[in-house]
C-alpha cells in the first residue's frame, strides 16, 4: 500500500520538476524526501547543499549527512542565489491564511504572544525573492486561519500592495492534498486531493472559505521507481511516517 506520506513526499518532489540548477531548500522529513527524490529522477540538476556552506554531489537517506562535496556555497553566495531567484525552499507553516501570509514568529497579540515560535527568519525574503512552498503535516483549522497572528511570509495581498515583483508562492502540500493562490484575487485554492481524501475533508479542516474549482485532480502516487527510492534509498528507517502517520 502507497501511504499518506508518501503520496505528499512525491508531491514535493514534482514542486521542483524542470527547475533547473537552482538550490533547493526544505524543511522536514517529507520535503527533504521530496527534494531529494527530484534529483534523482526527473531534476539531476538540482543543487542540494547541508545548510551550511557547502555543496554535495550525493544524495543521501535523511537520516544521513552528506558525504562528496561539490562546491563551496558560503552566506554571501547564497544570498546571490537567493537575490536573483535561483531557490525553491519548502518552508514550514504554524499559521497560514487565505492570501498565503505565513506565521512563524508567535501565536497570539504579538506583544503578548500566547507561544514563541522560531521566529522570522528569512521568510519574507524568500517569499519576495524566489520560489517557495509550503509543507503542512498536519492540515487542521488551527493552522489555515482566517488570518495569521504576525505576517512573516508574504502572501498575494500583501505582495500585491509592497509591489513585489518576483513573488512566487507556488504551492501548499498538506496530508491531504495540493493547494496554491490560484482562487480569486489570489486566494487560496485546492488544487488535487489525496487519494482516500474527498473535499469535504479538506473543507472541514480549513478555517476559511477555500476556492473549490469545479473539477478537483487526485494527487499523483508514486511510481514503482520513485517508490523503491522512497523506501529504500531515501527513508528506509520511515521516519516519514512518523511525521505524517497514515490514517
Given amino acids: 500500500m502507497i501511504t499518506r506520506s508518501e503520496i505528499a513526499a512525491t508531491a514535493c518532489s514534482d514542486l521542483f520538476r524542470g527547475a533547473g540548477a537552482v538550490l533547493a531548500s526544505s524543511f522536514g522529513v517529507v520535503p527533504t524526501i521530496g527534494a531529494r527524490l527530484a534529483r534523482l529522477t526527473h531534476t539531476p540538476e538540482l543543487l542540494l547543499s547541508d545548510g551550511d556552506a557547502t555543496l554535495f554531489a550525493d544524495t543521501p537517506a535523511v537520516d544521513r549527512p552528506f558525504t562528496q562535496p561539490e562546491g563551496h556555497l558560503p552566506y554571501a553566495k547564497l544570498f546571490e542565489l537567493i537575490a536573483t531567484g535561483r531557490r525553491h525552499v519548502i518552508m514550514g507553516a504554524p499559521q497560514l491564511d487565505r492570501f498565503g501570509n505565513q506565521n512563524l514568529s508567535a501565536i ?140
Avoid at 507561544?115 to 487542521?140: D, E, I, K, M, W
Avoid at 500583501?158 to 501548499?172: E, K, P, Y
Avoid at 474549482?213 to 516519514?240: K, S
Fill in 108 to 247: 497570539g497579540d504579538r506583544d503578548r504572544p500566547s507561544r514563541q515560535l522560531v521566529g522570522p527568519r528569512g521568510a519574507a525574503t524568500n517569499t519576495g525573492n524566489h520560489a517557495t512552498s509550503y509543507f503542512v503535516p498536519r492540515h487542521a483549522p488551527r493552522v489555515f486561519v482566517p488570518a495569521v497572528d504576525v505576517v512573516t511570509g508574504v502572501g498575494s495581498d500583501n505582495a500585491r500592495r509592497a509591489d513585489m515583483r518576483f513573488h512566487d508562492v507556488r504551492a501548499i502540500v498538506t496530508d491531504l492534498g495540493v493547494l496554491d493562490l490560484s482562487g480569486p484575487d489570489g486566494t487560496m485554492a485546492l488544487v488535487s486531493l489525496h487519494p482516500g481524501v474527498e473535499v469535504a475533508d479538506v473543507i472541514a479542516a480549513t478555517g476559511f472559505d477555500l476556492h473549490v474549482p469545479a473539477e478537483i485532480a487526485r494527487t499523483r502516487e508514486p511510481d514503482a521507481d520513485e517508490l523503491r527510492l522512497i523506501r529504500e534509498v531515501l527513508d528506509p528507517r520511515g521516519l516519514r511516517e512518523r511525521e505524517v502517520p497514515q490514517p
